[in-house]
């Protein structure tokens, strides 16, 4: 009897079907442990808003007690208390933080399943104004940050054989300069980083079925970015000049947070199990000059005439 082409190909798609999870499974996080690190504002916070209604326990990692003293009550609210989510004061800079937040949350939920890096810090300047101080205090927030914590997760994962995800938020900004007549080279260089340390560690985490991967979004409308300054050791001359530069904007707008928690929120599910190494980039088409209108800007600085 030969072989039977059609009878291997119902077979195999019989197999699909019975491998086939339920697909409220696949975009579920329920009964999973995260921590979201920057999780008092901005993304983060929306970050761990959406593991929780996704059915997670979330550990709040910031660097502000005070700040954590008033999300929980807004979480609290918002019908999750403290038997799902919890605040941990941590620096991300500082290696035994991080260890107490990987403690902290294990002791509480007994497991940690998934890892958000949401931490940043940036400011303004253009590099031949910008210190050293400056530059080393942004790099070692946003790179050496993202790198404590991965190291401390993966740690965990491995020891107790969980096959996690692991989600750093990165920037367009790495590869698409802005503001427009730049500012950003410390935030940037930073972001490119994260994507590199990202890929990287996805390299070496495969193996122990352990994700990593980066979400990269564009400007977005949030406490830290409404009240993002120049650096603070820039000359008001300076800062005056750079604010001036500022208001010349080409894009139509900044996108809303949750278009990026959501994308971060969908990498933290098993929807994301085909990914690893991968830069999600959800920002709005920015990259790639897609906009709704253009605003009429003026030339800056003016032609000059011959």
């Given at each position: ?7 291997a190909n119902i077979a195999m798609l019989k197999g699909y079907v019975s491998m086939a999870r339920p697909m409220e499974e696949m975009f579920s996080v329920k009964g999973k442990t995260a921590i979201v690190t920057g999780a008092t504002s901005g993304l983060g916070f929306n970050i761990a808003l959406r593991l929780l209604q996704g059915g997670a326990n979330v550990v709040l990692a910031g660097s502000s007690q005070a700040k954590g003293d ?237």
């Open positions: 009897m030969g072989y039977d082409v059609n009878a008033y999300t929980l009550p807004v979480l609290e609210e918002a019908g999750f208390g403290a038997d799902r989510v919890i605040f941990c004061q941590t620096n991300v800079r500082e290696e035994a933080d991080v260890e107490n937040l990987i403690k902290t949350a294990d002791e509480k939920f007994g497991s940690i399943d998934i890892f958000v890096n949401s931490a940043a810090v940036w400011s303004y300047a253009h590099i031949y104004d910008l210190s050293a101080e400056e530059f080393r205090r942004v790099i070692d927030t946003n790179i050496s940050g993202a790198f404590l914590g991965i190291k401390h997760v993966s740690k965990y994962m491995i020891e107790h054989k969980i096959e996690g995800k692991i989600t750093l938020i990165s920037s367009n900004c790495a590869w698409l300069p802005y503001p427009v007549f730049g500012g950003y080279p410390h935030y940037a260089s930073s972001k490119g980083g994260v994507n590199a340390l990202a890929i990287e560690a996805a390299k070496e985490l495969k193996r122990y079925g352990i994700m990593v991967n980066v979400v990269a979004p564009g400007g977005m409308v949030t406490a830290g970015a409404s009240g993002n300054m120049c650096a603070k050791d820039l000359p008001e001359e300076k800062q005056d000049e750079f604010y001036e530069e500022l208001m010349v904007w080409q894009s139509d707008g900044q996108q809303p947070v949750d278009t990026v928690a959501i994308v971060a929120y969908a990498m933290s599910t098993p929807m994301s199990d085909g990914m690893t190494g991968e830069i999600v980039v959800a920002d709005w088409g920015m990259s790639h000059n897609i906009v709704k209108y253009q605003p009429a800007i003026d030339q800056y600085p003016e032609e000059i005439e011959d």
